[in-house]
């Protein structure tokens, strides 16, 4: 069992910045961000594999948001920039032990955190 702690959302201007992290209570193979608008479907943003570094990023975050991991203390944080409004939603860490895995697809995540709000106004 892995049970994840998310932090660092808020309220930030267009153009600004937020540093979201979230900290796994066990190691996993592979951790994730994904975020969910209201009235919309949950979609990824970031990932990455645990032993391998291997990362995945959609294409509308790519440039910039940047996914990176802390192996001592088990946490992987996503530092967003240049932010839209368009990336307002409630951002929430997962993370997973399969074997076999596409890091963009939810359903291979078993775990997953409370969420964390991040609101980008104009």
């Known amino acids: 069992q892995v049970q994840l702690v998310e932090s660092g959302g808020g309220l930030v201007q267009a153009g600004g910045s937020l540093r979201l992290s979230c900290a796994a209570s066990?190691?996993?193979?592979?951790m994730g961000w994904f975020r969910q608008a209201p009235g919309k479907e949950r979609e990824s943003v970031a990932a990455?594999?645990?032993?391998?570094?291997?990362?995945y990023y959609a294409d509308s975050v790519k440039g910039r948001f940047t996914i990176s991991r802390d192996n001592a203390q088990n946490t992987v944080v996503l530092q967003v920039n240049s932010l839209k409004p368009e990336d307002t939603a409630v951002y929430y860490c997962?993370?997973?032990?399969?074997?076999?895995?596409?890091?963009?697809?939810?359903?291979?995540?078993?775990?997953w955190g409370q969420g964390t709000q991040v609101t980008v106004s104009l």
């Open positions: 066990g190691r996993p193979y592979y």
């Open positions: 997962a993370a997973g032990r399969r074997l076999l895995y596409n890091l963009g697809v939810a359903n291979v995540y078993e775990y």
């Open positions: 990455i594999g645990w032993s391998d570094g291997r990362l």
